[in-house]
């Protein structure tokens, strides 16, 4: 009887482990390719056929374990291109045809950010693990409440945010993990894009602490090791005169920002929407024992030597795409074989949390000219419920018995990956009371 009752604990322990796939309606074009069913793929659809769109769908034809199955895009003749030139079976100009979807396991959100949260939310309520591009919605409180309706469904959720993924950043985050450089005492992060952007994609944007530092400000983060305390920001305008009329750190095409961590670490970080000698990605860190950093990368290793220069042959790489392709590939790649091995995911909901309030503390230092505490942040915002949260700057009336948070974890419910390790532990727990 014993024997019985531990065989279907651990029945219903391994089922409750599963991939899960869900039945929905959808209607869609057909490519004339055949769709070879294997039922071990992890099915997937991609929403935006846009570059970066483009970029994630050739790295899950890479990826083993997982098979595109649809994709979709608002001019549906780039989804038809891209189905096309990718064997994609189906395609369609709806995202909902993706997301509900019943063949679809995963949805890669590569949409624009003002439809993420949305986005995220319907594929919860349908089911469907979520892989989304930051940032996850452009306001606090919509946020959390795409978070938490994963987490409420049980579903994964990965943000992009691909230089954590970048060999170059992944080596010295390696080095402090391995004490190779002693404890860290400094971080510096430099960013500067090859031309600044035209003045309709920085209106609306969110400012250059949003739409750019934001990479950084996560960055400083992940070698950092652990959530930050405070920061000051500054920001000017140099080079594009034209955005000096528009709100907040819009106008700035130029900041810096110094992060302070536990134990004293500090981060210094400055960007800039212009680098004439193209584009400028570097990272260092001093450490107790030593130090290490990355240099800019090239396109190749060749240098030339003439009477009147000494250098590299070939300029740096012109832009992200070019500069970070290896990098999104791997993510992409690492979300594939956690949905496959139904392993945790390496960038979560809460790492894209945090990124956007550290670029909404940063903005709000700047725009004071002072210190401003994470905490601040985070206190603004206010649940009802896990997936019904507004900001308090938004609310007519103070909440009766509000009680703000400083921790943005608090805010979240626990991730699909932290309620199975849960279980674990409690299904270990129960063996050992049954074994002794």
């Known amino acids: 009887m014993l024997k019985s009752s531990l065989l279907l604990v651990l029945l219903t322990a391994v089922q409750a482990f599963q991939p899960m796939r869900t039945a929905s309606s959808s209607t869609t074009l057909f490519m004339t390719t055949k769709e070879n069913d294997t039922k071990q793929d992890i099915r997937v659809g991609v929403i935006g056929m846009g570059r970066i769109g483009l970029v994630h769908l050739e790295a899950i034809t890479k990826a083993p374990g997982v098979r595109p199955v649809i994709v979709s895009n608002p001019t549906v003749s780039k989804a038809e291109a891209a189905a096309k030139q990718y064997n994609v079976p189906r395609f369609t100009d709806n995202a909902m045809d993706v997301i509900t979807d019943p063949q679809v396991d995963a949805v890669w959100i590569c949409s624009p950010s003002q439809y993420h949260?949305?986005?995220?939310?319907?594929?919860?309520?349908?089911?469907?693990?979520?892989?989304?591009?930051?940032?996850?919605?452009?306001?606090?409180d919509e946020t959390v409440e795409a978070i938490n309706a994963c987490n409420e469904a049980g579903v994964k959720l990965m943000i992009g945010l691909q230089r954590r993924f970048d060999q170059n950043f992944r080596r010295v985050e390696q080095a402090i993990r391995k004490s190779e450089v002693g404890e860290p005492i400094m971080i510096k992060l430099c960013s500067r894009d090859p031309s600044p952007p035209p003045y309709s994609y920085v209106k609306g944007g969110g400012g250059i602490?949003?739409?750019?530092?934001?990479?950084?400000?996560?960055?400083?983060?992940?070698?950092?090791?652990?959530?930050?305390i405070?920061?000051?920001?500054?920001?000017?305008?140099?080079?594009?005169k034209?955005?000096?009329?528009?709100?907040?750190?819009e106008k700035y095409d130029t900041a810096s920002c110094l992060v302070r961590y536990p134990n004293g670490v500090q981060a210094m970080i400055d960007v800039c929407r212009q680098s004439s000698f193209g584009y400028d990605q570097r990272a260092e860190v001093l450490g107790t024992k030593g130090m290490i950093q990355t240099d800019n990368v090239y396109p190749n290793t060749a240098k030339i030597f003439k009477p009147d220069f000494t250098g590299n042959a070939d300029m740096p790489f012109d832009f992200f795409l070019s500069r970070y392709n290896e990098a999104y590939v791997t993510e992409t790649i690492a979300f594939c074989e956690s949905l496959v091995n139904d392993t945790p995911v390496p960038c979560t909901g809460e790492d894209g949390l945090v990124a956007l309030i550290m670029a909404i503390a940063a903005d709000k230092s700047a725009a004071e000219n002072r210190w401003v505490s994470f905490r601040e942040i985070v206190e603004q915002v206010y649940c009802s419920s896990p997936t019904q949260c507004e900001l308090l700057s938004q609310s007519e009336l103070f909440p009766a018995g509000f009680r703000p948070s400083g921790d943005a974890k608090s805010l979240l419910l626990p991730n699909v990956d932290e309620q199975k390790k849960a279980q674990a532990n409690g299904f270990r727990a129960a063996l050992s009371k049954i074994f002794g």
């Open 117 to 140: 949260a949305e986005q995220i939310k319907a594929c919860a309520a349908n089911k469907k693990h979520v892989f989304c591009e930051k940032p996850i919605a452009t306001e606090l």
């Open 209 to 228: 602490f949003a739409d750019m530092a934001v990479h950084d400000l996560d960055m400083s983060r992940f070698l950092a090791g652990s959530d930050p």
């Open 230 to 240: 405070d920061i000051l920001a500054i920001g000017s305008c140099h080079i594009d």
């Open 242 to 249: 034209s955005i000096n009329d528009l709100p907040g750190s």
